[in-house]
């Protein structure tokens, strides 16, 4: 296991989210930290259902209003803090989570 240190990560206002990348079985992999209800929460950065970038590339992960993490590519709607798949072609499956702390104005997730 590897500890993956986010640098200002903890400086995150609620409903934000911040990106980094590790190499996960030799190859590079997207993670993200996202700050909700002053809880952070570290998930990768694929959905359950064909392997692809939530996000599409932008970095935006989490809609306020729905309390969700959602896909872009398949419109899937993931429930927190765990990251289960409450609709959409993945249901029943659930985001790869990391644990993570605080350390000072970083966080440190271990992958």
């Keep these: 296991m590897s500890v993956i240190r986010v640098p200002e990560g903890a400086t995150l206002n609620d409903g934000e989210s911040r990106t980094f990348c590790f190499d996960h079985r030799g190859r590079q ?13 570290a998930f990768l950065n694929e959905c359950p259902h064909w392997s692809v970038e939530l996000d599409l590339g932008d970095g ?31 249901l029943g499956r659930s985001l ?16």
Excluded: W
């Design 29 to 41: 992999v997207e993670a993200f930290v996202l700050r909700r209800q002053g809880v952070f929460l």
């Design 60 to 90: 935006h992960f989490y809609d306020e209003e729905l309390d969700r993490i959602y896909c872009k590519n398949h419109g899937a709607l993931f429930m927190l803090p765990k990251g289960q798949c409450e609709t959409g072609p993945c």
């Design 96 to 111: 790869t989570s990391y644990s993570l702390e605080v350390d000072g104005n970083d966080i440190l997730v271990s992958v």
